[in-house]
C-alpha cells in the first residue's frame, strides 16, 4: 500500500511539474534535528531529509515536487544553488546523524545533484565535497560549483559539463576551525568571496576558466562572517555577521569590489544573531533574517517568541535600515521574487514559508504561509 501511495504521488507530481517552469523556488528541510526549548536535539527516527520545488509565479506559491536528499540546518541557508536555466539543483549536507550515537550529529560532505527536468525530478548523482560541506554556488556560465567545507577549511571545486560535475580538487584557506561557510561568485565569474565565520575572516578566490586559487586576499567584516551575496553588477558584496549569539545586536557589512584590493567600506547593525541574507534582483535592496533570541531557552533574557527581518537599503556605498517585521522561530532561509516585491523566509520550528511584501521603504507581513513537512533550512532561486 504504502509503495502504491508513493507511485501516485510521483505521478501526481509529474503531472504538476511543467515543462518548462516561470518562476521556480528551491526550499530545504532537515528533518534529523528540532529545538527544544533552546537546545537542538536529534529525532529518535528522524524522517529523511528532503528539498522542495516551488512554484512562485502567483501570489500564492504552490509545491510542485518534493526529493528525498540529505541536507542540513547547520551552516548558512545557503546549501542549495540552482542553475540559471532552472534544470539542475546541487544539495548539500553539512551533518548526518552519527551512526555509533542516534543522540548525535557528526560532519557530513554530501553534495547531491538533482535534475529538476525529470518529471519528478530526481537526484542523478551523490558526490563528496568537504567535511561540513555548507554554502554552494554556481557561476553564470554553469561550468563551475564551488562548496565552502566548514569542517575541514577549504573550498571544493567542481567543474560542470551538461548535467555532469567533476570533482576538481580543493582551496585551503586555513586550519579545520576556520569555518568556511558560504561562497559566492562573482557576475563576470573570476572571483568569489568566501566567509569564515570561525577566523572571522573574507577571503577572495581567483578563477580563471575551471582554474580556481586562493587570491591572498584575506579581511575583516564583522564576527563570524556567515552567508554572503554579490550584487548583479559585480561592483559590491553584503556579508551577515552572525556574532556571539548571547544578545547582541550584529551587524551587516558592505564590500566594495571594485577597490583594489576589495575592502569592508561601510557596517550597520541589525538584530540577533545573523542567520540568512538575500540581496534583491536589482540589487538594491537587501533582506537580513535574524533569530532575535527566538532559538534561546524561554528563561534567557534575551530570548523574543518571533524573529526578525530587516530591509536594508544599499546606495552609493552605504548601508541604510529601512524596516523591519516579525517572523517565525529559528529562522533561516530568504528569497525574493523575480520582481523584487515579495520576499520568502524559512520559518524552521513551524515547518512554514512564510510570505511578505516590498511596499515602498517598508517590508510587511502578507499573513500568507506555505506548510512544508520538515525542518525548513535554506532556500534559493536561480537569480
Known amino acids: 500500500m504504502n509503495k502504491l501511495r508513493s507511485r501516485l504521488l510521483a505521478l501526481a507530481l509529474a503531472a504538476a511539474f511543467p515543462a518548462s517552469a516561470a518562476d521556480i523556488m528551491l526550499g530545504a528541510h532537515d528533518n534529523k534535528v528540532y529545538l527544544d526549548n533552546g537546545t537542538v536535539k536529534v529525532h529518535a527516527t528522524p524522517a529523511p531529509d528532503f528539498i522542495t520545488v516551488i512554484d512562485i509565479s502567483s501570489a500564492s506559491p504552490k509545491i510542485l515536487a518534493k526529493v528525498e536528499v540529505p541536507t542540513s540546518i547547520v551552516g548558512p541557508p545557503f546549501s542549495i544553488a540552482m542553475t540559471r536555466d532552472q534544470s539542475l539543483a546541487l544539495v548539500t549536507a553539512a551533518q548526518k546523524v552519527d551512526p555509533a550515537d542516534k543522540t548525535k550529529t557528526i560532519a557530513d560532505n554530501k553534495l547531491s545533484v538533482i535534475d529538476l527536468t525529470a518529471k519528478p525530478p530526481k537526484v542523478i548523482a551523490t558526490l563528496e565535497a568537504g567535511a561540513g560541506a555548507s554554502g554552494v554556488s554556481i557561476n553564470r556560465t554553469e561550468t563551475l560549483a564551488l562548496v565552502a567545507n566548514r569542517n575541514e577549511g577549504t573550498v571544493s571545486v567542481f567543474t560542470i559539463s551538461g548535467k555532469t560535475l ?189 510570505v511578505l511584501r516590498i511596499e515602498g521603504d517598508r517590508i510587511v507581513d502578507t499573513n500568507s504561509r506555505l506548510k512544508v513537512d520538515g525542518g525548513a533550512a535554506a532556500l534559493r532561486t536561480a537569480w
Open 166 to 354: 567533476t570533482p576538481a580538487g580543493k582551496i585551503k584557506l586555513g586550519d579545520e576551525k576556520s569555518g568556511p561557510s558560504h561562497v559566492a561568485f562573482t557576475p563576470d565569474g573570476k572571483r568569489a568571496i568566501v566567509t569564515r565565520d570561525g577566523d572571522h575572516f573574507l577571503s577572495m578566490l581567483a578563477i580563471e576558466g575551471t582554474q580556481v586559487t586562493d587570491a591572498k586576499r584575506h579581511f575583516g567584516a564583522g564576527f563570524r562572517p556567515y552567508g554572503v551575496e554579490v550584487s548583479p553588477d559585480g561592483t559590491f558584496a553584503v556579508a551577515a555577521n552572525v556574532g556571539r549569539s548571547v544578545g547582541d545586536a550584529e551587524t551587516l557589512s558592505l564590500v566594495d569590489l571594485r577597490a583594489n584590493p576589495p575592502r569592508v567600506v561601510d557596517t550597520i547593525a541589525l538584530g540577533q544573531t545573523h542567520e540568512g541574507l538575500t540581496l534583491s534582483p536589482d540589487g538594491k535592496l537587501v533582506v537580513v533574517v535574524a533569530h532575535n533570541g527566538s532559538n534561546k531557552k524561554t528563561d534567557d533574557p534575551f530570548y523574543n517568541k518571533q524573529g526578525r527581518i530587516y530591509l536594508v537599503r544599499v546606495d552609493n556605498g552605504k548601508l541604510t535600515r529601512l524596516s523591519e517585521a516579525p517572523i517565525g522561530t529559528w529562522a533561516q532561509g530568504s528569497a525574493f521574487s523575480r520582481d523584487g516585491k515579495t520576499v520568502y523566509v524559512q520559518n524552521t520550528v513551524e515547518q512554514e514559508i512564510q
